[in-house]
């Protein structure tokens, strides 16, 4: 996949209905040039799968998509193993993706196995529920050495250094990253996207509940958006529970999981939510 290619993959997305935008396309050519395929019929692009390597501990294989006309035709089981071989190229320790429960049988046949559910909440709003929310928190600009601190805290609940792709998400949406501090210690971290129909909050994470409520409450301020989205670990019952007192639904499952030996699973009980599904 080029960066000519994106077109393409903004109309498979689109047939789909997902969030993504360019810009996160964008972010897997940046990250992996040679890692991202398409598979075309007569010229035309029929599918798609990305990868993204941290620190070759773990990678990530997302944007599998094939259009409608195609599918049935072993089209995504092929751009898969040639993402799994590229990444096995590598010598990645673990690939990991989030299935949907219609993907999980193939990626079980690829020798994936479950590690944890995940749940993705989704709050609709008001115009007027937007100015209700939007006085909480300030907006001043971050300090380097919070931003440093936050990309710092997400090796340890990650458990790979993905700093050059939260750095991606601050730049383009720097309202949106927050950290709290306590005893000059991170209690907690937010950041976010501006999707196509929604902002996405993620990764969240937090020591507390007190600071994953403060987190929650900023984003939604500052987000302008009537939809969010927020992909929450299903272990959380906290999150949860959280989510639903601020107004979300609970939409459809997902289950992270795992190929090869999963040496760094990070601490996934201090996340509230994760990035998203396409990069974990």
């Known amino acids: 996949m080029t960066k000519a290619d994106i077109p393409a993959g903004i109309r498979l997305k689109e047939i789909a209905g997902w969030n993504q935008t360019a810009a996160d396309w964008e972010r897997f050519l940046e990250a992996s040039p040679e890692g991202c395929f398409v598979a075309e019929h007569d010229g035309q692009v029929c599918g798609t799968a990305t990868t993204i390597s941290f620190e070759n501990r773990v990678a990530w294989i997302g944007m599998v998509l094939v259009d409608l006309e195609y599918r049935s035709q072993g089209i995504g089981t092929k751009l898969l193993a040639r993402a799994i071989e590229y990444l096995n190229d590598l010598q990645v320790t673990a690939i990991k993706l989030d299935a949907t429960p219609q993907g999980k049988p193939l990626y079980e046949k690829l020798q994936f196995v479950a590690e944890y559910e995940i749940e993705r909440w989704t709050l609709r709003r008001s115009a007027s529920d937007i100015v209700k929310q939007s006085g909480f928190g300030s907006r001043e600009p971050l300090s380097q050495e919070l931003l440093e601190s936050i990309f710092e805290a997400d090796k340890e609940s990650f458990g790979a250094d993905r700093g050059f792709l939260l750095k991606s ?22 950041l976010g996207r501006r999707g ?7 990764p969240w994470m937090a020591k507390n509940t007190t600071t994953a409520c403060s987190l929650l409450e900023i984003f939604l301020a500052r987000s302008p958006r009537e939809v969010v989205v927020v992909d929450s670990l299903k272990s959380n019952a906290v999150a949860g529970e959280l989510l639903k007192s601020f107004g979300f639904s609970y939409s459809r499952p997902l289950t992270r999981m795992y190929r090869g030996r999963n040496d760094h699973p990070g601490r996934p009980e201090l996340l509230w939510a994760i990035l998203g599904p396409e990069f974990g």
Do not use: M, V
Request: hydrophobic share 40%; net charge negative.
């Open 169 to 190: 998400l601050h730049r383009d949406a720097p309202d949106f990253t927050t950290g709290i501090w306590n005893a000059c210690e991170i209690e907690g971290y937010a």
């Open 196 to 202: 196509s129909f929604a902002d996405h909050l993620g």
